[in-house]
């Protein structure tokens, strides 16, 4: 299957392909899905993972091709393995997790990934994200074990125009400690509104004075990433090497 022009963009970007093999699949609950790949040398290309690493991945939708970012679980250099996690609804990507096997390949593009945690390292974390970012909140966790952490964690009740139609009815698959760990679940309203008043609700209180020991990572739909971030860095004075944003998917 051929990429498009989104696959003729990324590579004038230095996008670079590469062919996963599935090894597994595991339901992790009733609404996520991890399938476990080979990575055809992507780890030893780029030297490694880091926290929230992502690739592109490549399904065919009505004799055309379609894209969609994933982050890398578990991934695992000496051996070019790692999982992706699916969160299932209606949808191409699901449709495909839901019966990937052993052997199957799929197309994958890297670009656009790079990420660093700020120096010194946070003493704080303060994490939104929804079902789609999940697996790259997670990363974060793993990546800065006994930092306390405060995680506000959207559920979709409405179908947005990209990415997870829905939250996942079961429990979600965090990786939590209890002893560090604070999750608000925030059901989705108003186009995303509810959350940012939520946020804007505990978060001065939680920052306090200083904000200078605390990490701030956004991940939602566009728009909310977006008003959130400019809300830490410009009333909140966060400083903005401790604020890091990416818009997941864009509401309809």
Sequence with gaps: MGHGWEGVVLKLFRGRDFTFTVTGAEQVTEDFRRVTVTDDGLLAATGGAHPTMWVRLWFERDGKPHQRGYTLVDPDPDTGTFALEFALHDGTASDWARTARPGDTIDATLQGTRFTLPEPRPARLFLVGDA???????????????????????????????????????????????????????PRRDAGAHLVSEVKAALPGLLGEDASDAYVWIACDTATTRTLASYARKELAVPKERVNALGYWRAG
């Design 132 to 186: 789609a970012s999940l697996p790259a909140v997670n990363s974060l966790l793993d990546a800065l074990p006994g930092t306390p952490a405060t995680i506000w964690y959207e559920t979709a009740d409405a179908a947005p125009a990209s990415g997870p139609s829905h939250a996942p009815d079961g429990k979600p698959p965090f990786r939590l400690d209890a002893d560090h760990h604070t999750l608000h679940t925030v």
